[in-house]
């Protein structure tokens, strides 16, 4: 059974850096596509509709970002440790959310905007989440 497991979220200052990672089991990442999608305060209602893709990575290293995050966040896996990383530099209050790792086994690359080709509706395991809070 595939499982994920997000850490590092936490309170962080407008300007400042954090980074997510995302450890998973119950298989390897050879042949996933992985997105960080990200849920905003107010939007729990709409379940996974409501979340939002931030980056994605497949299995060959590429790579795709949404534009409100272009430039400042990276995404980024160590196939070795089985883990998934965001690093988060100069966040803004607009990033505030929760944010979820996700795994799709199908798609074999990425599209624009920073998700998978089949997009979140191709996603089959989705980690819990890890909520990050930007302060001033």
């Known amino acids: 059974q595939v499982a994920l497991a997000e850490s590092g979220g936490g309170s962080v200052q407008a300007g400042g850096s954090l980074t997510l990672s995302c450890a998973l089991s119950?298989?390897?990442?050879?042949?996933?596509?992985m997105t960080w999608f990200r849920q905003a305060p107010g939007k729990e209602r709409e379940g996974i509709l409501g979340r939002e893709g931030v980056a994605a990575i497949d299995a060959d290293g590429r790579t795709s970002y949404a534009d409100s995050v272009l430039g400042r966040f990276t995404i980024s896996q160590d196939k070795a440790k089985n883990t998934l990383y965001l690093k988060m530099n100069n966040v803004n209050f607009d990033d505030s959310a929760v944010y979820y790792c996700a795994a799709d086994p199908v798609s074999r690359s990425v599209n624009r905007g920073g998700i998978c080709l089949r997009g979140r509706n191709g996603v089959d395991y989705w980690g819990k989440g890890t909520l990050v809070t930007i302060s001033s």
């Open positions: 119950g298989t390897t990442y050879r042949r996933l596509c």
